[in-house]
């Protein structure tokens, strides 16, 4: 994992166009393949233990989405390029450059790009954190029990 | 302090243009006005116990600068906007949009707007954190027998 020292390479990394980085892998999101995503890439920008937080880069294809899940801990979002949509609890909002969404405990979310368009944003995290749960057959029963999550969730 | 609980209004604070946020405040960069600056405002997108961190947008007007200080707490920087310069260390750093700078503990920093363009960035730190330390005469002279430090703190 990418650290927040700065080391012998001094203590910027250059944007490269496109929202790529010096010294930055574009990584899967999600390293084990088990949760159901969809054309979506991580890169982490900061991290490590001096800044107890780690703040990354996601960006989802046209027609993508992250995985709908919910955790305990906060994220704090922006966006930076493009439009889409995000679930956020029991609403559903869209979504466009520099907008500020934040996912509160437990509140189950899932971004979706637009068909037309890419949507790439920056997510804060804390350094320690649990891992997000995903929906079981109830919970998914719950949330498309409200038409407009139902659409939401099957790319409507 | 604005919280990371999106509270009754929802998860969403949209964009209102200009690098402003619905239901978020400009701030004077310092509260107190006992140390240096020169056109700076001060924006917190998120912070609060859960998050662990606190991320704000500062932004220099042309010609300003934020105060040359130090501190045991790291700084991860986004820039967002305009272009300048940072000093980080013993090291001067043109910046320009998307830059990605990385302030280590300790490490006496500045960020100056172009004469010509105000500068906006991102700028993340933990949430519980050492205040800031200003320089004495003896740091200010061992900075400056740097002649491009020298230059840099001299707005040349």
Redesign the interface.
């Known amino acids: 994992m990418e650290e927040?020292?700065?080391g012998p390479k001094?203590?910027?990394?250059?944007?490269l166009g496109g929202?790529r980085?010096e010294r930055?892998d574009c990584l899967p999101y999600k390293e084990d393949g088990a949760a159901p995503f969809k054309g979506v890439s991580r890169q982490i920008?900061?991290s490590g233990e001096?800044?107890?937080?780690e703040?990354r880069y996601f960006e989802i294809a046209p027609g993508g989405f992250t995985t709908l899940e919910r955790h305990a801990?906060?994220h704090?979002v922006?966006?930076l390029r493009g439009e889409g949509r995000?679930l956020?609890?029991e609403?559903i909002?869209p979504?466009?450059?520099?907008?500020?969404?934040?996912?509160?405990?437990w509140?189950w979310h899932q971004f979706r790009a637009d068909q037309a368009a890419r949507l790439g944003f920056?997510c804060?995290v804390?350094?320690r954190r649990d891992r997000p749960m995903l929906p079981d057959a109830g919970d998914l029963a719950k949330l498309r029990a409200n038409p407009e999550i139902a659409a939401f969730l099957d790319g409507r």
């Open positions: 927040t020292g700065a001094g203590a910027l990394r250059r944007a929202l980085w930055i920008l900061f001096p800044l107890e937080s703040l801990h906060v704090a922006m966006i995000c956020a609890g609403a909002y979504v466009r450059p520099y907008d500020l969404i934040t996912i509160e405990p509140a920056l804060l804390k350094a």
